[in-house]
């Protein structure tokens, strides 16, 4: 299975990801201390959402951009942020915490190898080059991680918004 085929694995694993957290990680994170603050289920699912919505949006974009367009390098980047989230947090708070952290088996069986095969063929099939990756990949994480408490208050706020809405309503 070649770049092509593996980058629609990406959303799909990431979207059964993103599930798994959506269900479990809000009741978790209040009691993960320093590993998670505590989130709300509206805030997480909404974060969720919006990240694997993005996926999506980057596989369309590299899929019609091509070897080395902006949408593949957002993509291997993506690829590059979810492989590191395999590790940080979810096996090493799983493993601190002497406790599942939500999310953990589905980094390990979908994301893992999804992202490790993707990356791989990324280069070997000339789809991405080196230089160009290291910047993006770095630029893309930092993305990711930034966009995540940001995401949390959007959620927040969107949930305040509509209980606002209902009330004027009634």
Same mark, same amino acid.
């Given at each position: 299975?070649?770049?092509?085929?593996?980058?629609?694995?990406?959303p799909?694993? &990431?979207? *059964?990801?993103?599930?798994?957290?959506? &269900?479990?990680?809000?009741?978790?994170?209040?009691?993960? @201390?320093?590993?998670?603050?505590?989130?709300?289920p !509206?805030?997480?699912?909404?974060?969720? /959402?919006?990240?694997?919505? $993005?996926?999506?949006?980057? /596989?369309?974009?590299?899929?019609? @951009? +091509?070897?080395?367009?902006v @949408?593949?390098?957002?993509? /291997? +980047?993506?690829?590059? #942020?979810?492989? *590191?989230?395999?590790?940080?947090?979810?096996?090493?708070?799983? !493993?601190? =915490?002497?406790?599942?952290? %939500? +999310?953990?088996?589905?980094?390990? =069986? =979908?994301? *893992?190898?999804?992202?490790? $095969?993707? $990356?791989?063929?990324?280069?070997?099939? #000339?789809?991405?080059?080196?230089?160009?990756?290291?910047?993006? +990949?770095?630029?893309?994480?930092?993305?990711?991680? #930034?966009? !995540? %408490? *940001?995401?949390?208050?959007? @959620?927040?706020?969107?949930? #305040?918004?509509?209980?606002? !809405?209902?009330?004027?309503?009634?």
């Amino acid at each position: 299975m070649g770049f092509n085929e593996l980058k629609w694995l990406f959303p799909i694993a &990431i979207t *059964l990801h993103n599930l798994e957290e959506a &269900i479990w990680l809000p009741a978790w994170s209040n009691n993960a @201390g320093k590993w998670h603050h505590p989130v709300t289920p !509206i805030a997480f699912r909404f974060a969720v /959402t919006v990240l694997t919505v $993005l996926a999506f949006m980057v /596989t369309i974009w590299s899929a019609t @951009g +091509g070897p080395e367009s902006v @949408g593949t390098y957002l993509l /291997t +980047g993506y690829a590059l #942020g979810m492989l *590191l989230n395999v590790v940080l947090p979810h096996l090493v708070a799983t !493993i601190a =915490l002497r406790s599942y952290m %939500p +999310g953990l088996v589905t980094a390990i =069986l =979908l994301n *893992l190898p999804v992202t490790v $095969l993707l $990356l791989i063929s990324a280069f070997s099939e #000339g789809f991405v080059s080196f230089p160009t990756f290291a910047y993006y +990949g770095v630029f893309v994480c930092f993305g990711l991680v #930034g966009s !995540i %408490p *940001l995401l949390f208050i959007m @959620g927040e706020k969107l949930m #305040g918004l509509s209980l606002c !809405i209902k009330d004027r309503i009634r």
